[in-house]
C-alpha cells in the first residue's frame, strides 16, 4: 500500500470532509450554520469550496464594516436584497445580533430548504446577546481544523465508529509524529519553517485571548490569565476546573467563566466523566499543535487527537446517538475515552510509552465488572492483540 505523506502546497485548498454533510443539510433545512473556531477553514469551505456545487450561493461577511452597519440597521432589507441568493452565507453572522430575528421572520414567510448559511466562529448563545429564535428552522454543523487524514489528502477513515482504528495502518508513524507537532490548523500546519510557524501559533493564541474573548459582551477577561489556564490546559495531567483554578491561584467561579468563554469560541472541548466512575469534565485545546506548543505530554497529544478525531466523525457524519466520556476509578486510574452509540460501548486505553505495561491492560479489564459486553480497545506503538484479556491494541498511526 502507498504511505501518505504531507503536502505543503494549497493547504486551504484541501477537500473538506465536512462538505457532504453540509450540502445533505442544505437539502433539507431551510437554515444551516457552520460554527467553529477562527480560522478552521469555514470562509474559505463557503466562497470557494462549496461554490462549485451550489452555483447561486452569494456570500457576505459582517467582518465589513458597510455590510455590518447597515444588516444592523436594516436587517429585512438586507436579506430582501438578497433574496437570489440560494442559500445565502452570512459570515461572522455573531456580530448582529437582529439578524437572527430577521432570518427567522424570512424563513417563516418561505420555508423552502436550504435559503440561508450562516458562519460564526462563536456559539450563537445567550453569551453573544443572541436569542435562540431559529429553533426548529435551524441545522448546525461544527467544523473542526483538519483532521489527519485530511491534512495528508488521503480518503477519510470509515471504520466503525466503536472501532475506529485500521488494523493495517495506512500512514507512517512519521506522519503522525507531525501532525502531533503541526496540527491541522489551514493557515498554520503547512508551514514548513519552525520558527514561522511557531509565529503563527502565538499570533493566533495572541489574538484569541487579546481581541476575541473582547468581544463577548458585559463581561472583560484578563488576557495574560487566559493565556495561562489555556496552557495549564494542555500541560496538566488532569486540567479540570478545579486543578486549573489551583494552578493559577484563582477562584474556581473565575476560572468557569473563562472557561465558558474560551467554549463559546470553540478554542477549547470538554469532556466529561462517564456516570460509571469518578472524576470532573477535562478540558482539551483545540488542536493538537497549541498542544505541543505550550509542552503538553505524549500521552496528551495523543488524547488530543484521539478526543478531536471523533468529534469530526461525530460532526461530519451524524452519529447523533453517540457519545464520549472519559472513565476514572476512584483510585485516579484511566481510561481515556469511553464510546457510546445507543446500548453499544468501547473503551480506549492510551499508551504512551512503546513498552506496554500489563498492569495498566488490567484497568481495561475490570470495565467489564461495568460493562460486561464492552469492547477494550488500546491505542499504543504497535497492533497487537490480547486473546486472554480480549482486548485489540492498535497503533497509534491507525487512527488516520
Known amino acids: 500500500m502507498k504511505m501518505a505523506c504531507f503536502n505543503f502546497s494549497m493547504s486551504h485548498k484541501r477537500t473538506r470532509e465536512v462538505s457532504n454533510i453540509l450540502n445533505k443539510k442544505l437539502k433539507f ?32 461577511s459582517f467582518d ?18 438578497n433574496a437570489h441568493a440560494h442559500p445565502f452565507a452570512i459570515d461572522e453572522a455573531q456580530k448582529v445580533p437582529d439578524i437572527f430575528d430577521a ?84 493557515g498554520i500546519f503547512s508551514v514548513r519553517g519552525q520558527g514561522e510557524r511557531e509565529s503563527l501559533m502565538k499570533d493566533w493564541l495572541d489574538l484569541t485571548v487579546q481581541r476575541d474573548l473582547s468581544l463577548i459582551p458585559k463581561l472583560k477577561f484578563n488576557s495574560e490569565l487566559a493565556y495561562t489556564i489555556l496552557e495549564q490546559i494542555a500541560i496538566l495531567p488532569e486540567p479540570t476546573a478545579g486543578a486549573i483554578a489551583k494552578s493559577c491561584k484563582k477562584d474556581l467561579r473565575v476560572i468557569h467563566s473563562y ?20 472524576g470532573k469534565p477535562i478540558y482539551f485545546l483545540l488542536d493538537v499543535a497549541f498542544a505541543s506548543f505550550f509542552g503538553a505530554s505524549f500521552e496528551r497529544q495523543l488524547h488530543t487527537v484521539l478526543l478531536n478525531e471523533l468529534l469530526c466523525r461525530i460532526s461530519y457524519r451524524g452519529e447523533l446517538h453517540s457519545e464520549l466520556s472519559y472513565y476514572r476509578t476512584p483510585k485516579g486510574s484511566w481510561v481515556h475515552l469511553l464510546i457510546k452509540q445507543k446500548n453499544d460501548y468501547s473503551a480506549i486505553k492510551i499508551f504512551s510509552e512503546e513498552n506496554v505495561k500489563k498492569p495498566e491492560l488490567l484497568i481495561l479489564s475490570a470495565l467489564r465488572n461495568k460493562l460486561p459486553k464492552v469492547k477494550l480497545l488500546g491505542y499504543g506503538p504497535m497492533y497487537q492483540h490480547y486473546k486472554d484479556k480480549q482486548i485489540t491494541l492498535f497503533a497509534w498511526e491507525s487512527i488516520a
Open 259 to 278: 472557561l465558558q468563554a474560551l467554549s463559546t469560541l470553540f478554542v477549547i472541548n470538554k469532556l466529561n466523566p462517564s456516570t460509571l466512575g469518578t
Open 64 to 81: 465589513e464594516k458597510a455590510a455590518r452597519n447597515f444588516a444592523s440597521t436594516n436587517p429585512q432589507t438586507f436579506l430582501a436584497q
Open 103 to 186: 432570518v427567522k421572520f424570512s424563513v417563516d414567510q418561505d420555508r423552502r430548504p436550504g435559503r440561508f448559511l450562516l458562519l460564526g466562529s462563536t456559539e450563537f448563545s445567550k453569551m453573544l446577546l443572541i436569542r435562540e429564535s431559529l429553533t426548529g428552522r435551524m441545522s448546525r454543523v461544527r467544523i473542526f481544523p483538519m483532521s489527519l487524514s485530511e491534512t495528508l489528502e488521503i480518503p477519510p477513515n470509515k471504520t466503525a465508529f466503536l472501532e475506529p482504528f485500521h488494523r493495517n495502518a495506512r500512514i507512517k508513524n512519521v506522519d503522525l509524529l507531525k501532525y502531533l507537532r503541526f496540527g491541522g490548523m489551514p
Open 29 to 60: 433545512s431551510p437554515v444551516v450554520t457552520i460554527q467553529g473556531a477562527r480560522q478552521t477553514g469555514k470562509s474559505f469551505l463557503v466562497r470557494e469550496l462549496l461554490k462549485k456545487e451550489l452555483p447561486k450561493i452569494e456570500y457576505t
